[in-house]
């Protein structure tokens, strides 16, 4: 007599999800008419003269009734097609965004870490840090966790944790920790800062500027709203890493970490000696390059993908002229970094494909999305204050899945938003409060975020598993967004 045994149901692979999600994208092509706006040129006073900008104009939506929008199966000439869509999103944008750009960016970066982190150097420099400071690692999880959130709050920081994911990774494992809560101090502190940021160029200063509201107002208000929401978030990571440090085996990325801390302690030499000294130096000034390059030369994806190439082909010649590997052992060392980071960059580019089937995000060319956006507005128009407001919240953070870009989701959305905050008696800085929010925090969650995919590339956590994970820290997220919406309101915030 057989005995049938229920196989555990499992969360479908990323790629399974994007697969269906684009099956919709194509379906929605062709029962959604494409729409376009009319770009207007407005002035703006600066102080020293008076320039244009380009601003769509609110009231130009039109249908386009001339061509036939709907994605075929199969495209050529470079078209999007339906089998087209996995290349066209990955060669799509430039060198400094998605998808090519960042794709390029994930590579480069894991094969340079894939060098460093073959050299032992990191981990060998890790355990003698925790020998020395083993009653202070309580300290740790909380300054991190402000520090990236400054970091977006400040500077728009996204991409960039990426980075730090990587270098952060094996000093949390060493400490007990697991791989979410790498990305939990890194990626999601700074999307919460991003989120409720008072001066963030990327986001706030667009979004204000479109909706012709003075630049940086408000701050009070967001700065109240920031200290809330970090504060939530240190006390939710550090509650999770109390619990995986006490149970390791509960965390979801468990077997993954195992196997990490397997070849980081294969990788690592001895003792610490000298040479990993100098190698973890040389580390560190590059990362103190890198810092100054963001925030005083404002670096970027190339230049960051470059610098961290640059540090590891520094580190690969100090590590060969000390003996600690042979030149081929770099390249090994490369290689295995790139290739353990390719399910991202391949998730990254695919993901933008979506965006592409829809008609893609220029308000001037029909697309698909323009439509869904122009309704979406439309239907704010009869409805109460308090609800009003809510549903920007909702559209916003609806449009972020295929809009992932701050500044593109303001360009696209709040000449829209904005003047529907006039005909239902919201400020428009409620406007704007709406647009931060539903950007930055469900970035958090969505398989579009290039620098979401990327980090969990790195720490190697499947998309599917940390949606697993985290889609009660997002349902947290919303409801405090929902209360300072709503305060907003009662207050009158201007």
């Given at each position: 007599m057989s005995i049938n045994t229920k196989q555990p149901v499992s969360m479908p692979d990323a790629f399974v999800i994007l697969f269906f999600v684009m099956v919709l994208a194509a379906i929605a092509s062709h029962l959604i008419p494409a729409g376009s706006f009319d770009i207007i040129e407005v002035a703006a006073e600066t102080d020293s003269a008076v320039k244009t900008k380009s601003r769509i104009d609110p009231g130009s939506f039109q249908f386009d009734r001339d061509g036939d929008y709907g994605v075929p199966l199969f495209a050529e000439g470079g078209g999007i097609g339906f089998f087209n869509y996995a290349f066209e999103g990955l060669v799509?944008?430039?060198?400094?965004?998605?998808a090519i750009g960042v794709v390029a960016f994930i590579m480069l970066t894991g094969g340079a870490f894939g060098i460093i982190m073959k050299t032992g150097a990191i981990h060998n420099g890790i355990l003698a840090l925790i020998d020395k400071t083993k009653r202070l690692d309580f300290l740790f999880i909380p300054i991190m966790f402000l520090l990236f959130s400054l970091g977006g709050a400040i500077f728009g920081m996204g991409e960039e944790a990426i980075a730090f994911c990587i270098v952060l990774l094996p000093l949390m494992l060493a400490l007990g920790y697991d791989a979410i809560t790498t990305v939990l101090v890194t990626y999601i502190a700074t999307q919460i800062g991003f989120a409720t940021?008072?001066?963030?160029?990327f986001n706030v200063a667009i979004a204000q500027g479109i909706a012709d509201i003075p630049l940086m107002s408000g701050t009070g208000f967001r700065i109240g709203m920031w200290l809330v929401f970090t504060l939530f978030g240190v006390i939710f990571t550090m509650r999770y890493a109390a619990k995986i440090k006490q149970q390791p085996e509960l965390s979801l990325s468990y077997h993954t970490d195992q196997r990490l801390r397997s070849e980081q302690q294969q990788q690592a030499s001895s003792s610490y000696t000298s040479l990993d000294s100098i190698i973890l130096l040389v580390f560190f000034a590059g990362l103190g390059w890198i810092i100054w390059g963001v925030t005083v030369r404002q670096y970027y994806i190339p230049e960051i993908a470059s610098q961290f190439f640059t540090i590891g082909l520094v580190i690969a010649l100090v590590a060969v002229?000390?003996?600690?590997?042979?030149?081929?052992?770099?390249?090994?060392?490369?290689?295995?970094?790139?290739?353990?980071?390719?399910?991202?960059?391949l998730i990254v580019g695919m993901a933008k494909g979506i965006v592409l089937m829809l008609g893609g995000d220029n308000p001037e060319t029909p697309s698909v999305l323009n439509t869904l956006l122009y309704y979406s507005g439309q239907a704010l128009g009869d409805l109460p204050a308090y609800l009003s407001a809510w549903l920007m919240l909702v559209i916003q953070s609806v449009f972020n899945f295929f809009v992932a870009s701050g500044s593109g989701q303001a360009a696209l959305t709040m000449p829209l938003i904005a003047p529907l905050a006039d005909l239902v008696g919201l400020s428009r800085q409620i406007a704007v409060l709406a647009f931060q929010l539903g950007d930055g925090l469900t970035n958090c969650i969505i398989p579009t975020s290039a620098a979401l995919i990327g980090c969990l590339g790195v720490v190697r956590v499947d998309w599917t598993v940390w949606l697993k994970f985290a889609w009660k820290l997002q349902l947290w997220l919303f409801a405090l967004a929902t209360g300072f919406m709503l305060l907003a309101v009662a207050i009158g915030y201007q």
């Amino acid at each position: 007599m057989s005995i049938n045994t229920k196989q555990p149901v499992s969360m479908p692979d990323a790629f399974v999800i994007l697969f269906f999600v684009m099956v919709l994208a194509a379906i929605a092509s062709h029962l959604i008419p494409a729409g376009s706006f009319d770009i207007i040129e407005v002035a703006a006073e600066t102080d020293s003269a008076v320039k244009t900008k380009s601003r769509i104009d609110p009231g130009s939506f039109q249908f386009d009734r001339d061509g036939d929008y709907g994605v075929p199966l199969f495209a050529e000439g470079g078209g999007i097609g339906f089998f087209n869509y996995a290349f066209e999103g990955l060669v799509s944008g430039s060198k400094w965004g998605s998808a090519i750009g960042v794709v390029a960016f994930i590579m480069l970066t894991g094969g340079a870490f894939g060098i460093i982190m073959k050299t032992g150097a990191i981990h060998n420099g890790i355990l003698a840090l925790i020998d020395k400071t083993k009653r202070l690692d309580f300290l740790f999880i909380p300054i991190m966790f402000l520090l990236f959130s400054l970091g977006g709050a400040i500077f728009g920081m996204g991409e960039e944790a990426i980075a730090f994911c990587i270098v952060l990774l094996p000093l949390m494992l060493a400490l007990g920790y697991d791989a979410i809560t790498t990305v939990l101090v890194t990626y999601i502190a700074t999307q919460i800062g991003f989120a409720t940021s008072w001066m963030n160029p990327f986001n706030v200063a667009i979004a204000q500027g479109i909706a012709d509201i003075p630049l940086m107002s408000g701050t009070g208000f967001r700065i109240g709203m920031w200290l809330v929401f970090t504060l939530f978030g240190v006390i939710f990571t550090m509650r999770y890493a109390a619990k995986i440090k006490q149970q390791p085996e509960l965390s979801l990325s468990y077997h993954t970490d195992q196997r990490l801390r397997s070849e980081q302690q294969q990788q690592a030499s001895s003792s610490y000696t000298s040479l990993d000294s100098i190698i973890l130096l040389v580390f560190f000034a590059g990362l103190g390059w890198i810092i100054w390059g963001v925030t005083v030369r404002q670096y970027y994806i190339p230049e960051i993908a470059s610098q961290f190439f640059t540090i590891g082909l520094v580190i690969a010649l100090v590590a060969v002229l000390g003996k600690r590997f042979r030149v081929n052992d770099a390249a090994d060392g490369f290689k295995q970094g790139a290739a353990e980071l390719l399910p991202a960059a391949l998730i990254v580019g695919m993901a933008k494909g979506i965006v592409l089937m829809l008609g893609g995000d220029n308000p001037e060319t029909p697309s698909v999305l323009n439509t869904l956006l122009y309704y979406s507005g439309q239907a704010l128009g009869d409805l109460p204050a308090y609800l009003s407001a809510w549903l920007m919240l909702v559209i916003q953070s609806v449009f972020n899945f295929f809009v992932a870009s701050g500044s593109g989701q303001a360009a696209l959305t709040m000449p829209l938003i904005a003047p529907l905050a006039d005909l239902v008696g919201l400020s428009r800085q409620i406007a704007v409060l709406a647009f931060q929010l539903g950007d930055g925090l469900t970035n958090c969650i969505i398989p579009t975020s290039a620098a979401l995919i990327g980090c969990l590339g790195v720490v190697r956590v499947d998309w599917t598993v940390w949606l697993k994970f985290a889609w009660k820290l997002q349902l947290w997220l919303f409801a405090l967004a929902t209360g300072f919406m709503l305060l907003a309101v009662a207050i009158g915030y201007q």
